[in-house]
C-alpha cells in the first residue's frame, strides 16, 4: 500500500472534515501533522503520550516491535561490542563517529573538565550524611549553575556545546561524591592518567588509604553498560530535560530535572527496585508466588525490569546486559550469584507464562543491570546515579538538537477541563 500524504478528519454531526498533512521519517511509524487542529477549536487527548510524537530527532531509534535501538543509525548491539562511551558520547552529540583526532580531543576535554569548582564541596555538606546519593545529584547538578554560568546563553552554539562538555565531564564527578558523601569517606579527585570510566571507579573507590587499581574488565564491562543507558528516544527524563530547555532555563537545571524523573522506581529507578525484588524473592522455589503477584490485577505488585512503553520484544539492551552479567561474574568468580541464577530463572519462567506473552512483557535494560553493578561493588543506591551518569550524554545531546532548531517553541501542553463551572465565591461565614 502506497503511503498516505494526508488524513482527513470527519465529525458525526455534519461539520466540515479537517485535513492534516501525514510526514514521513527516516524510519519508524509516519506521523499526522495536527498543529493545525487547534484552529478549529479542537485539541487531541493522549495522557501518557501513548501516540505522541513530540519532536522530530535524529539522536535515536526504537523499533519496539522488532527489538531495534540504534543510536544516529548504529545499533546499539555494534555500539556496545565494538565503541567505547566515550565514542559514543561524542557521536550523541555532534551525530557521527568521531575519527582519532577529534577522539583525542574530545577525551582530553573531558579529563580537563572532571574537576568540580573547590566551593562546591560544601554544597554536599548541606545534606544528611544518609541522603540518598540521586536526592545529592540532583540538588548539586541543579547548584552547578552558579558556579559554570559563563556558559549558558542557551541560545548560542558555542555556548550550549560548552555546557553539553562540561556536564558529560562533571557528572561522573558529582555521581562518585555523593557516593563518597552518603559513605563518608573523603572525596578522591579525578586522575588525568586516566580515561573517563577509570577516571570514575577510582573517584568511587580510591582512598587515601592505599592506591586503588582499576580492574581493566570491570572497567570495559561498566564502559559498555553506559554506552546501553546513553540514550533512549523520547522516553519520560529525556521528555523532561526537553521541556524545562524549551524555556530557555540553563543546562545544568534541566540535567538536574532530568535526573529527578529518572529516579522514579518506573523509569530509572527500576534497577534498583530490581535488585531489591529479587532479594524479596530469595528463591527460586518462590518465583511463582512472584509472577502470581505480578498478574493480580487487584495487586499493586509488578516485576520490576519488565515490560516497556516502546518494546514489544526483548530490549535489546537487555540481551547484551545479560551478556555483560555472565562475563563479570565469570571475573569476580560469582557465577553461583544466588540473585542471578533467580533473575535467570524468572525471565525463564515469565517468558513462557501467557500473561508475558499476551502483554509482550520482556525484561528491560533494568532488569540484569542491578545484578551486574552489585557485582562490581556498586552499591544499590548508586545504581540509579550510574544510569544518570550515562544518560547525560542523552540528555545535553536532545537539549542541545531542540535548541537547534531555529523553530523551536516552548512546550505547553494543553488539557481537556473537567473540573467546575465559573460560580461566586462563598464568604466563610456562608459554607
Ligand atoms: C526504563 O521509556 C523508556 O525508554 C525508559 C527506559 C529508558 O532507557 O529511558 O527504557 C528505561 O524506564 C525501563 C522501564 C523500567 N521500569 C520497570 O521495569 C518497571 C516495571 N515496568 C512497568 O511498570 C511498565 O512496564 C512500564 C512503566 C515500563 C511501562 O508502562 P506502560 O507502557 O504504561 O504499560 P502499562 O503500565 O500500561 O502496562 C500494560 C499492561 C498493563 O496490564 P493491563 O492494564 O493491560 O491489564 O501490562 C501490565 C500492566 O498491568 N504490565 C505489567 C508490567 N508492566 C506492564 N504487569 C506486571 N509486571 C510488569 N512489569
Redesign the pocket.
Known amino acids: 500500500m502506497t503511503r498516505a500524504t494526508k488524513a482527513t478528519l470527519t465529525f458525526d454531526n455534519g461539520a466540515p472534515p479537517i485535513e492534516f498533512p501525514v510526514l514521513s521519517g527516516t524510519m519508524g511509524p509516519d506521523v499526522i501533522d495536527i498543529r493545525s487542529l487547534g484552529q478549529h477549536g479542537y485539541l487531541t487527548y493522549d495522557p ?1 503520550f501513548m501516540a505522541t510524537a513530540s519532536c522530530a530527532s535524529r539522536i535515536s531509534y526504537i523499533d519496539g516491535d522488532a527489538g531495534l535501538l540504534c543510536y544516529r543509525g548504529y545499533p546499539i548491539e555494534q555500539l556496545a561490542s565494538q565503541s567505547t562511551f566515550m565514542e559514543v558520547a561524542y557521536l550523541l552529540l555532534y551525530g557521527e563517529l568521531p575519527n582519532s583526532g577529534q577522539k583525542s580531543v574530545f577525551e582530553e576535554e573531558m579529563r580537563r573538565n572532571a574537576m568540580l569548582h573547590d566551593q562546591i564541596h560544601t554544597v554536599f555538606r548541606g545534606f544528611r550524611r544518609d541522603a540518598h546519593p540521586m536526592a545529592v545529584m540532583v540538588g548539586v547538578t541543579g547548584a552547578l549553575s552558579a558556579f559554570y554560568h559563563d556558559s549558558t546563553n542557551v541560545f548560542d552554539a558555542a555556548n550550549r556545546e560548552q555546557s553539553a562538555l562540561q556536564l558529560i565531564a562533571k557528572i561522573p564527578t558529582v555521581a562518585a561524591m555523593s557516593y563518597k558523601y552518603n559513605m563518608g569517606e573523603p572525596f578522591a579527585y579525578p586522575q588525568y592518567r586516566h580515561h573517563y570510566t577509570e577516571n570514575f571507579l577510582h573517584m568511587m573507590f580510591s582512598t587515601p588509604c592505599e592506591t586503588y587499581q582499576v580492574n581493566p574488565i570491570l572497567a570495559r564491562a561498566l564502559d559498555r553498560i553506559l554506552i546501553l ?1 546513553a540514550d ?2 523520547q ?3 529525556t521528555s523532561t530535560v526537553r521541556l524545562a530547555g524549551s524555556s530557555g532555563a540553563n543546562p545544568f537545571a534541566c540535567v538536574a530535572a532530568g535526573m529527578a524523573s529518572l529516579w522514579g ?4 529507578g ?1 534497577n534498583e527496585a530490581v535488585l531489591k525484588m529479587l532479594a524479596e524473592i530469595g528463591d527460586v522455589s518462590r518465583i511463582p508466588e512472584f509472577i502470581k503477584r ?1 498478574k493480580d ?1 487487584s495487586n499493586p505488585f ?9 518494546y514489544k520484544n526483548m530490549d535489546p539492551r537487555a540481551a547484551v546486559m545479560r551478556k555483560t552479567c555472565h562475563e563479570v561474574l565469570d571475573e569476580l568468580d560469582l557465577n553461583g550469584d544466588p540473585l542471578f541464577q533467580i533473575a535467570l530463572e524468572l525471565e525463564r519462567i515469565a517468558l513462557q507464562d501467557e500473561y508475558f506473552i499476551s ?1 509482550k ?1 520482556y525484561p ?3 532488569f540484569y543491570s542491578g545484578i551486574v553493578f552489585r557485582a562490581l561493588g556498586i552499591p544499590e543506591s548508586m545504581f540509579t546515579a550510574i544510569f544518570a551518569l550515562a544518560r547525560t550524554a542523552g540528555w545535553v545531546a536532545q537539549w542541545n538538537e531542540m535548541l537547534s532548531d531555529s523553530a523551536h517553541r516552548i512546550g505547553r501542553p494543553r488539557q481537556q477541563y473537567i473540573g467546575a463551572m465559573p460560580r461566586d465565591y462563598v464568604p466563610i461565614n456562608q459554607r
Open positions: 501518557g543507558h533512549h528516544e522516553n519520560a527524563s522506581p518506573l523509569h530509572g527500576a505480578a490485577k509488578r516485576l520490576m525490569g519488565f515490560g516497556h512503553r516502546v502483554k512483557l528491560n535494560v533494568d
